[in-house]
């Protein structure tokens, strides 16, 4: 086997953008709400059967060739899940402040919607505006009872103001736990890791072309709620969700540029060659996405091509392999201990 090249997977969503996305990956997009491409999926959208699902160049589906050989894609012989990659990674390039949602965990996705996966997701800033910011956890406990009204009433300015800020740098990491309210400013474009479902609880649809009725994962408010914490988050804990382990220049060497909080869900690392050096990288199964310069990924007996705004998939069988040349690389891959890992929410 060897890593496949992944075509362009612009989705059409509920808020505008995706000049960049278009920028990076060489390609001319139909509208100007094409905010977000998904890479290497193997789960469509939320009430849909395909949207949203990776093709490969010869146009298969990339989750028909991982159920067709599990073992080889992913390392594990499976079952009845046998397409699941145990990650979901977009390109998501805001034009607009992206609504206030939430995502539940694992717990609520297993009793209410019939999937061990929760969405645990994490932020790698690619580019971002002066001045815009992330918006995430609430700064002080907030009574459900309120928090139940300022919804109803699409109170935007009240949901911001009670929410942590974090001004936006190119290279920085956020982790965002299941359960967390967040927003994104327009202006921002991120490689977003997380775990592979497409489930959001909105807050505030007002500023989407969504409604209210598709705004609660068709369980109704009074159940959806639930799934969204009320509780603040301390100091510490905002800290420990952003690193800037990103934020300097890649060097010829693998590092992470996620929290370690992170690690249990999914991993992002960063590869780059340059300086006559070759980086090593483990074998596994991975998203990839070339961000910056060319070379090539070179593995046992064979190597393919590199440049920038690439997308691949890297089966588990291809084993180690190696960045040559000046490409910059985002390396995306499941959980530390996936899949056994699932059935358990260890952040925070």
Not at 23 to 35: F, K
Not at 49 to 56: D, E, N, R
Not at 71 to 79: A, D, I, K, Q
Request: net charge negative; charged share 20%; with cysteine.
């Amino acid at each position: 086997m060897k890593p496949l090249f992944l075509p362009p997977n612009p989705v059409q969503h509920f808020y505008r953008g995706g000049d960049r996305i278009a920028a990076l990956r060489g390609i001319t997009l139909a509208t100007d709400r094409q905010p977000e491409e998904w890479l290497g999926s193997t789960v469509p959208r939320f009430g849909d059967s395909a949207v949203g699902l990776a093709v490969t160049a010869d146009g298969t589906l990339l989750r028909d060739l991982v159920a067709a050989d599990p073992e080889s894609w992913v390392g594990l012989s499976r079952g009845s899940e046998a397409s699941d990659v145990g990650i979901l990674v977009k390109l998501l390039d805001a034009r607009q402040r992206l609504p206030v949602h939430v995502h539940p965990d694992r717990a609520f996705a297993s009793d209410h919607l019939n999937c061990p996966y929760g969405k645990t997701e994490a932020w790698f800033v690619l580019d971002a505006e002066p001045g815009s910011a992330f918006y995430v956890g609430w700064k002080d406990d907030v009574d459900p009872g309120e928090l139940d009204s300022r919804r109803e009433s699409q109170d935007s300015d009240w949901m911001l103001a009670h929410l942590n800020r974090i001004e936006a740098r190119k290279g920085m990491g956020i982790l965002v736990p299941s359960g967390t309210p967040h927003a994104i400013d327009g202006g921002i474009f991120v490689a977003e890791v997380q775990e592979p479902t497409d489930y959001s609880i909105l807050l505030e649809w007002s500023i989407t072309t969504s409604t209210r009725e598709e705004s609660h994962l068709d369980l109704g408010f009074e159940r959806a709620m639930s799934a969204v914490s009320t509780s603040a988050l301390s100091d510490a804990e905002l800290t420990n969700l952003v690193t800037s382990a990103g934020t300097s220049a890649a060097e010829p060497r693998v590092r992470s540029v996620l929290p370690e909080a992170a690690d249990p869900y999914f991993r992002l690392h960063q590869a780059a060659g340059g300086g006559g050096s070759t980086t090593e990288v483990e074998g596994g199964f991975a998203v990839i996405l070339v961000t910056d310069g060319n070379g090539t990924l070179a593995f046992e007996g064979d190597a393919v091509q590199l440049n920038r705004g690439d997308a691949l998939v890297v089966p588990h069988a291809v084993g180690p392999w190696r960045v040559e040349g000046t490409a910059s690389v985002l390396i995306a891959r499941p959980g530390r201990g996936w899949p056994a890992t699932l059935g358990s929410d260890g952040v925070r």
